[in-house]
């Protein structure tokens, strides 16, 4: 796409590896996305408990706790592109695991449990080295464009699988989501496998003595900027992001369906969506200044989501979709970018291990105060929070342009 001038618009897919693991990944995240609302909704009939919904959610995530940092050496030192093959084998047949025991009638909170596990290994490796995968695909001066378009295909398969799911819960049975999601790993799969290795950009590996998590940890002492950028996400994970534990119990608090429950995953998409492709659509990297503004915007929409109606909670998903992206991306961006090249697999890797906290311990919680103090009330919690997190990133942002 072009613009005045002749500059070219999303130029990401001006590269053919980037178009063919764009196919797969839309192909890919709308089958994850079915699953998990599927999962959500199933974990809810079975027990009818908020708690079990986090506990799910909290298991996806436990594994990067203890794998994540190991995920990120892989990343740096190993074939990116073979490594999500086979990390593309290990989710697939996970999926499939899990539609056998949903048709078998077989399921039980702590079965599902033990996938949601089994999926949570899985992404601990493949969170790091798709993003390194991305950065081979297209370079260093494309890859904040990559991001934003990858997080569009992301936000494209929310959209879509949610959809599809509801249709498919209501129709033909829950069982069939995790089929799906099944089905969709072998479209990534075969995208990945055509890629051709020649035309991707080659990435300096590190040292032999600068290979270790202790050596990528020790450069992150050195650098405050991305420790800032850390300490921000963990912070906002914690409850300010958990979203997607909140909305089925707010669907559930408002009297709906699982059609509200997809109408609100929807909508939060198309938010999403539409804050990546303004981003897909920008040069350069994103801004400390962009990372506060959406910080502050996603808690005003939080309070607005809070509202106990119906309508009103489906229209505040949308800036809440859209400002959550927002933020995620750029702090993503940002971390990548900052971040040395041959340091850069164990950074990101680091970055996932401080989401994956805050996923498991703010899943949990957010589980339990929507228990206690109800889902509405529960969103308000994470807009005040995210008040203070927006003070800390312009406190800390000034300091340090300051001292520069």
């Excluded at 506990?55 to 594994?63: D, T």
């Excluded at 398969?157 to 799906?180: H, K, N, R, S």
Aim: proline content about 3%; charged content about 10%.
């Amino acid at each position: 796409m072009r613009v005045a001038g002749g500059d070219v618009r999303f130029p990401a897919l001006r590269h053919r590896n980037f178009r063919l693991y764009a196919v797969g990944q839309l192909a890919s995240i709308g089958g994850t996305w079915m699953q998990n609302v599927a999962m959500s909704w199933l974990v809810l009939e079975l027990t009818r408990s908020g708690k079990a919904v986090g506990l799910v959610s909290a298991a996806l995530f436990i594994p990067s706790l203890a794998l994540g940092a190991w995920a990120g050496t892989v990343a740096d030192r190993f074939d990116a592109r073979r490594a999500v093959l086979w990390l593309q084998i290990l989710l697939g047949l996970q999926a499939a695991v899990l539609a056998v025991v949903v048709f078998a009638k077989a399921e039980t909170l702590w079965l599902l449990v033990l996938l949601a596990l089994w999926n949570g290994v899985g992404g601990a490796f493949d969170r790091p080295v798709r993003q390194t995968l991305i950065n081979e695909l297209v370079g260093d001066a494309e890859l904040p464009n990559a991001i934003a378009t990858n997080s569009a295909l992301v936000q494209l398969g929310l959209i879509a699988g949610p959809a599809v799911g509801a249709v498919l819960i209501d129709q033909a049975g829950i069982g069939w989501c995790f089929a799906v999601n099944a089905a969709s790993y072998v479209v990534l799969y075969v995208a990945i496998a055509v890629i051709r290795p020649a035309d991707m950009v080659p990435r300096p590996r590190p040292a032999e003595g600068d290979q270790s998590v202790a050596a990528g940890l020790r450069h992150l002492r050195t650098r405050p900027d991305l420790r800032l950028l850390l300490v921000t996400l963990g912070l906002a994970s914690l409850l300010a992001f958990r979203v997607d534990v909140l909305v089925p119990i707010l669907a559930k608090d408002l009297g709906g369906s699982a059609g509200l429950l997809a109408a609100l995953t929807v909508v939060r998409g198309v938010g999403a969506l539409g804050a990546s492709l303004f981003l897909a659509s920008r040069f350069g990297a994103p801004s400390f200044t962009l990372l506060r503004n959406a910080l502050v915007v996603l808690g005003a929409a939080l309070v607005l989501m809070s509202i106990p109606n119906r309508a009103v909670a489906l229209v505040a998903s949308l800036p809440v979709g859209a400002a959550f992206m927002a933020a995620v991306v750029c702090l993503l961006s940002l971390t990548q970018l900052l971040a040395e090249v041959d340091y850069r697999g164990r950074i990101v890797a680091v970055w996932f291990v401080v989401l994956s906290a805050g996923v498991v311990a703010g899943s949990l919680l957010a589980g339990a105060l929507a228990d206690w103090i109800g889902s509405r009330a529960t969103i308000v919690c994470g807009a005040v929070s995210l008040a203070a997190i927006a003070w800390m990133v312009t406190a800390s942002s000034a300091e340090g342009a300051g001292a520069a």
